[in-house]
């Protein structure tokens, strides 16, 4: 008789016990289809990467028996597809340093504050006017934070940074991948000074193609007046 009224605390105990193998399971689960989805992406990008460096010993291997003028652009390419290159490079090196496994994580890796310390500090270079030491910051939230609500920002103030160094041709892959954040509210600024590197390279055939892209895609941006304003002057 005793006996039986333990009997309802064994069977409480052992729901508890099977609930909570049961949220363990769950929680497993999640991680490993976490895992999974992470190692097929960085194979991708692994891929792409192995692609573009292809890519850029075939341009290479063209380059000397270009006409000067198809040559100068095939350089430009090359610049641009290595620039890319190191780009995915140093994400990849990154991804080593973030856990796999993390059913809770949001992004790789969390940012650790409202706003990372190194996209305040190359705002401050940048606004010093140390556009050089700027361009390095914005480029290290980047690789730090790949998934942040700030990578898409630091990367087309990287390209502002470039531009403002004279470096056109690094800051059109700056502001390229402003792209890769289908979300970015930056991506009308972004094609716009793409169109204004261009333009400040000598390139009016590239510029024209990219300042319509700003019309086309972002017509009821601010840019899009910008960009009819630059037209104009360019007919």
């Not at 086309?216 to 840019?223: A, I, M, N, Q």
Request: net charge neutral.
């Amino acid at each position: 008789m005793r006996f039986s009224k333990f009997i309802p605390v064994i069977a409480a105990l052992f729901m508890a016990c099977s609930s909570s193998n049961s949220k363990v399971e769950i929680i497993a689960n999640e991680a490993l289809k976490l895992a999974k989805a992470d190692s097929l992406r960085l194979d991708s990008i692994s891929l792409h990467q192995e692609f573009l460096s292809k890519r850029i010993d075939l341009l290479d291997s063209f380059s000397t028996a270009l006409p000067l003028a198809t040559a100068n652009e095939n350089q430009l390419q090359i610049a641009l597809l290595r620039e890319e290159v190191i780009f995915l490079r140093k994400f990849l090196e990154n991804q080593d340093k973030v856990p796999l496994i993390n059913p809770s994580r949001t992004q790789m890796p969390t940012a650790p504050s409202a706003l990372p310390l190194e996209y305040e500090q190359a705002q401050y270079l940048f606004s010093q006017k140390n556009y050089e030491a700027a361009a390095t910051m914005f480029e290290k939230v980047t690789v730090l934070y790949p998934q942040s609500d700030w990578a898409d920002d630091a990367w087309y103030w990287a390209g502002e940074s470039q531009m403002a160094l004279g470096n056109f041709s690094q800051a059109i892959s700056a502001f390229q991948k402003v792209f890769f954040y289908t979300q970015s509210i930056k991506q009308a600024d972004a094609q716009f000074q793409i169109g204004i590197c261009f333009l400040r390279m000598g390139n009016r055939e590239q510029a024209e193609n990219a300042l319509r892209k700003v019309q086309d895609f972002y017509p009821k941006s601010p840019r899009a007046l910008q960009a009819q304003s630059e037209l104009k002057k360019l007919k």
